[in-house]
Nanobody
Framework: QVQLVESGGGLVEAGGSVRLSCAASGRTFSNYATGWFRKVPGKEREFVATISGSGASTTYADSVKGRFTISRDNAKNTVYLQMNTLKPEDTAVYYC?????????????????WGQGTQVTVSS
């Protein structure tokens, strides 16, 4: 079992930056690829970024490529999402997720564990 707790959300102006953290507890963290997803009311949850268990490989949604960076520190059992040049359309609840494989994935249904989510609001 893996427990995930996100932090770092809040209110930020357009063009600003925020760093989200996801602290994991449980088994060997490097065995789990992780991802960030986001959800806006009235829309389905969407993929944002994913990183392999080792941290060597990453994939991003086109909408955030070049602005967001996913990283991890396995010694601290923590995954990060650095969000730069934020836009109002980035406003959402952001969720951290982990899957029982070190191979990264952009598929929501491939993830086994989810955090409770953290709100990010970007004002125009």
């Amino acid at each position: 079992q893996v427990q995930l707790v996100e932090s770092g959300g809040g209110l930020v102006e357009a063009g600003g930056s925020v760093r989200l953290s996801c602290a994991a507890s449980g088994r060997t963290f490097s065995n789990y690829a992780t991802g960030w997803f986001r959800k806006v009311p009235g829309k389905e949850r969407e993929f944002v970024a994913t990183i392999s268990g080792s941290g060597a490989s990453t994939t991003y949604a086109d909408s955030v490529k070049g602005r967001f960076t996913i990283s991890r520190d396995n010694a601290k059992n923590t995954v990060y999402l650095q969000m730069n040049t934020l836009k109002p359309e980035d406003t959402a609840v952001y969720y951290c997720a982990a899957r029982g494989s070190p191979v990264r994935s952009g598929l929501e249904n491939s993830y086994d564990y989810w955090g409770q989510g953290t709100q990010v609001t970007v004002s125009s």
